[in-house]
Nanobody, 121 residues
């Protein structure tokens, strides 16, 4: 079974920075896309950024120029460097992996349980 575990969330002041990490495990052969989503109470989960296995990236307009997504294919991991954080960035951030191939199964997608980011003074 594939597991994604996020880390790095916490409380930060406006203008500050945080780095989120997500590691996938479970006898993985390959992962296609990986990404970060976020959700606040009463709202739909939204894409923050994603990255292909080849390194092509895509960002939500609200985070362009402030957030940077990267991945380490050898470690089945994805990262999100968040700079110049704003109170409106407060949310639970979820890691997602697309088209995960393991020793025994192919998963269309897999999600982590989320990590809370709070931006407040």
């Amino acid at each position: 079974q594939v597991q994604l575990v996020e880390s790095g969330g916490g409380l930060v002041q406006p203008g500050g920075s945080l780095r989120l990490s997500c590691a996938a495990s479970g006898n993985i052969f390959s992962i296609n896309g990986m990404g970060w989503y976020r959700q606040t109470p009463g709202k739909q989960r939204e894409l923050v950024a994603n990255i292909t296995s080849g390194g092509s990236t895509n960002y939500a307009d609200s985070v362009k120029g402030r957030f940077t997504i990267s991945r380490d294919n050898a470690k089945n991991s994805v990262y999100l460097q968040m700079n110049s954080l704003k109170p409106e960035d407060t949310a639970v951030y979820y890691c997602k992996a697309d088209q995960v191939v393991t020793r025994v199964h192919r998963y269309l997608e897999a999600w982590g349980r989320g990590t809370l980011v709070t931006v407040s003074s």
